[in-house]
Structures are given as C-alpha cells and as structure tokens.
T-cell receptor, first 116, second 114 residues
Framework: AQSVAQPEDQVNVAEGNPLTVKCTYS??????LFWYVQYPNRGLQFLLKYITGDNLVKGSYGFEAEFNKSQTSFHLKKPSALVSDSALYFC??????????????FGSGTRLSIRP | KAGVTQTPRYLIKTRGQQVTLSCSPISGHRSVSWYQQTPGQGLQFLFE???????NKGNFPGRFSGRQFSNSRSEMNVSTLELGDSALYLC?????????????FGPGTRLTVL
C-alpha cells in the first residue's frame, strides 16, 4: 500500500528565510504526490502535484516541491517565508487499489510557524 | 467559479443520534470524496462517489454511509453517533475524468458529539 511520512510535527522559520517541509513516500509503481495547506477553521487548499516530468514542481503562493526518486522524497520549499505561510501542511499520495478507483492517503501533517 | 460548499458548517449532536452532512461540488465536477479529520487519526478517507455510484470506500463501519445525486451533490450520513465521531468532515470534488484529477476541498463540517 502507498504511504507518505512527514517526519516533523512542527517547523519554525524566521520571515524572509527559506523554508522546507519534508515528506517521504513509499509506493509501488509510479508515485502521484500532492501538497495541501490548511489554515485554521478552513478546508484543505491544493498547492501543487507531481505526476511525471520535471522533478521541480511549481505551485501556488510561491511554493515549489522537489521530487527525488532515489531518496523517495517530495519536500516542499519556498525561497522566502512569509508570516502568512503559517499553517498546517499535508503531503499526500494517490493510492491505486486493485480497481481503477483510487483514494488519497495523507501524511500526518506538519505545522509551519513563521516568526516575524 | 464557486468552490466546494458544505452545510452545515457546525453541528452538535448527542450520542445515538444520526446526522446528515451535505456537499455541493464545483460546477462540472462529477466525483465527490469524503474525509474525516481528527487530531488523533489525521485525515482518513471515507468514500468516493462518481455518477451516483460509490467507487471506493475506506475502513469505516457501516454506520457511515453516503450517496450522490444526479446533480453530483453528495450527502454523508452517520447513524448511531459515538463520541469518537466528533471530527471535521471534509468533502472534496474533482472532475472525475481520471485518477490523476486534483481534488478540491470544501471548508468542512465540524461535528461535535456530546
């Protein structure tokens, strides 16, 4: 079965500094990976996805993610953090079952805190 | 284009009662998925509907059920509520044209069971 792991419960970064939120995956077959962000009392917002192609994926709000097949990682990055980036971030993977139907498996989430 | 809407946003019920949550997908989206979010278990997949048919189901007891209407709107029902059912229930919609679709989430329904 597919799975993703987010090894850090919390990441603290100063505003203006680069940020990285880590994600590793375990899949059989091709990985289809996603990042979502959740602000307080809100649903999840889609940031970006990797299906195939370039290992560097660009997404919303200046975020990007680097797919690394050898390290089975899909880390989320941003060159310069903003206080408004403070939120809960989820890495996710498509889990393809024995049928064509699939579902999304989410990581445990990483809380990103940007200090002014 | 309007996003995914969920009603109600907040709900308080007592043990043993049943509850129905509603989700309206983005216009043109035919697939609706439901997830439960709790502090302890994180985000867990409940089920997915496409063209009024349940296409996939997570590992939840039969008390959790759903359906989808011809206009793609979906409802989720939980019967005989337990304290552990207190959670944020999230609905997500996608085009349904393939498994690589992006799912877009609604704001969720916060269910509290007393």
């Amino acid at each position: 079965a597919q799975s993703v792991a987010q090894p850090e419960d919390q990441v603290n970064v100063a505003e203006g500094n680069p940020l990285t939120v880590k994600c590793t995956y375990s899949v059989s077959g091709n990985p289809y990976l996603f990042w979502y962000v959740q602000y307080p009392n809100r649903g999840l917002q889609f940031l970006l996805k990797y299906i195939t192609g370039d290992n560097l994926v660009k997404g919303s709000y200046g975020f990007e993610a680097e797919f690394n097949k050898s390290q089975t990682s899909f880390h989320l990055k941003k060159p310069s953090a903003l206080v408004s980036d403070s939120a809960l971030y989820f890495c996710a993977v498509r889990d393809f079952g024995y049928s064509s139907a699939s579902k999304i498996i989410f990581g445990s989430g990483t809380r990103l805190s940007i200090r002014p | 284009k309007a996003g995914v809407t969920q009603t109600p946003r907040y709900l308080i019920k007592t043990r043993g009662q049943q509850v129905t949550l509603s989700c309206s997908p983005i216009s043109g989206h035919r697939s609706v998925s439901w997830y439960q979010q709790t502090p302890g278990q994180g985000l867990q997949f409940l089920f997915e509907y496409f063209s009024e048919t349940q296409r996939n189901k997570g590992n939840f007891p039969g008390r959790f059920s759903g359906r989808q209407f011809s206009n793609s709107r979906s409802e989720m029902n939980v019967s005989t509520l337990e304290l552990g059912d207190s959670a944020l229930y999230l609905c997500a919609s996608s085009l349904g044209t393939g498994d690589l679709d992006t799912q877009y989430f609604g704001p969720g329904t916060r269910l509290t069971v007393l």
